[in-house]
């Protein structure tokens, strides 16, 4: 079935620093792919996404390109900052299976020290 | 436009009691998700509704767990009795019908089994 496997963490980085979460999924179609971010007590809110190979979604100085080769989509940041600070979840939506379900990952914890 | 709205957001219970959580759906939206966030497991996707109607229950663990939708802009869910092991962080997220199947959180519920 479909899964996605994400950077276990927690991961923590001084302020500036370069982010790299790691994220493959496995799926039987044509996935949409996922970052989601939950700030401390909020719920999950979309940070970017990729529809097609080869897209790079972006949002807030974060980007991720959709790898079919590699089945990768990772979260990269040129320069972090403490509000940052939040957990990210890698996900996908395959729209040729079951309709309108998300298969998360199990999020990584990031934590930025100024 | 308001968002996803879940209440209460907090709930304080004893055991055997009976526990009610509300969910607003986005208007317009089509599809509402029950999800449950506990740090041992994750999140997990409870039940989803597509028109009103329950698709895939497969996540409620226990027949203590009840879910409903009367209408487009109300749903519930209902854990009787409640057990200290059902506590949790319970979300609620809608989505519009469309391919790339983006889903919506509310703020969540957190629940406290005493």
């Known amino acids: 079935g479909d899964s996605v496997t994400q950077m276990e963490g927690p991961v923590t980085l001084s302020e500036e620093a370069f982010l790299t979460i790691n994220c493959t999924y496995t799926?039987?179609?044509?996935?949409?792919l996922f970052w989601y971010v939950q700030y401390p007590g909020e719920g999950l809110q979309l940070l970017l996404k990729a529809t097609k190979a080869d897209d790079k979604g972006s949002n807030k100085g974060f980007e991720a390109t959709y790898r079919k080769e590699t089945t990768s989509f990772h979260l990269e940041k040129g320069s972090v900052q403490v509000s940052d600070s939040a957990v990210y979840f890698c996900?996908?939506?395959?729209?040729?299976?079951?309709?309108?379900?998300?298969?998360f990952g199990s999020g990584t914890r990031l934590s930025i020290r100024p | 436009d308001a968002g996803v709205i879940q209440s209460p957001r907090h709930e304080v219970t004893e055991m055997g009691q009976e526990v009610t959580l509300r969910c607003k759906p986005i208007s317009g939206h089509d599809y509402l998700f029950w999800y449950r966030q506990t740090m041992m497991r994750g999140l997990e996707l409870l039940i989803y509704f597509n028109n009103n109607v329950p698709i895939d229950d497969s996540g409620m663990p226990e027949d203590r767990f009840s879910a409903k939708m009367p209408n487009a802009s109300f749903s519930t869910l209902k854990i009787q009795p409640s057990e200290p092991r059902d506590s949790a962080v319970y979300f609620c997220a809608s989505s519009p019908t469309s391919g790339y199947n983006e889903q919506f959180f509310g703020p969540g519920t957190r629940l406290t089994v005493l």
């Open positions: 799926a039987t179609g044509y996935p949409s």
């Open positions: 996900a996908l939506s395959d729209t040729y299976s079951s309709a309108s379900k998300i298969i």
